[in-house]
DNA sequence: ATTGAACAACTCCTTAAAAAGTTAGTGATG
DNA sequence: CATCACTAACTTTTTAAGGAGTTGTTCAAT
């Protein structure tokens, strides 16, 4: 999806704060669009491609496919490529980190909801 | 900072999945660079906007200036204005919801040092 | 007593870089 | 030839950074 610049302060300061605490390099990922969507979205159920393209209505081809590989890229979920079946089919799941990941999302999803204000 | 093009599918989808959880919209406020590094700052007794800037040492005044103002507005932290003293001086501090929330994201921060595998 | 430099806590404007979205196309299978 | 699971090229929108300028206070020298 094209380059980075390494040369740049942008650069400069991202790497800076995700060798200073993980954590950054986590939010980074999950602050992706329609990440955390495309894992719940798998985690209930929709392992296709276009079961989940179906069911996130507004995301495009593109982004579908780049979020899934970074999914995969960062062992949150896996690809299974049944190749052997009819019709031939790629099944995407979690993994443990993945579910993991997902519990402690909820519990934060659930302090968004009850104990932050959102200003209008 | 510029406005906002609310017409924009970019602006749409965005609305669309805050809409649709309020973990989105926390997430999307996490990812503003520096943002919890500023919380976590601020937390260890950098209450001041120089004191701040020195701790965090790569961040620029105007950027550091809206990262406190979106905290303040998510009343994550307050503003102190400490007019009658001399030297009259602002100083920030933690809500009680800004406190849970660091706490929250320590737990994350432990998964994502130790339970995450990053790549490359 | 007034001028001036220094600092604190910002704001405003411009530019550069990254992320999201749009459109079209590919290769394999049935 | 239609569907699935993508990829590549391009455009638009958003975010971060750079740098100058502002308001107000303190302290020191003239």
């Known amino acids: 999806m094209a380059m980075r610049k390494l040369s740049s302060t942008n650069y400069y300061n991202q790497t800076f704060l995700e060798d ?6 986590l939010i980074h990922l999950l602050s992706k669009r329609w990440l955390t969507e495309v894992m719940f979205s798998i985690e209930e159920g929709n392992s296709r491609f276009s ?10 081809d593109n982004i579908l496919a780049d979020r899934l590989k970074l999914l995969e890229q960062y062992k949150l979920i896996v ?6 079946e009819v019709p031939a089919r790629v099944e995407y799941s979690l993994t443990e980190t993945g579910e993991k990941l997902s519990e402690l ?5 659930s302090f968004a909801e009850n ?5 209008s």
């Open 20 to 25: 200073k605490c993980a954590l950054n390099e």
């Open 51 to 60: 079961s989940l393209k179906e069911d996130l209505k507004h995301i495009s």
């Open 79 to 84: 690809r299974n490529n049944h190749l052997g």
């Open 105 to 109: 999302l909820g519990g934060l999803c």
């Open 115 to 119: 104990e932050m204000e959102f200003p």
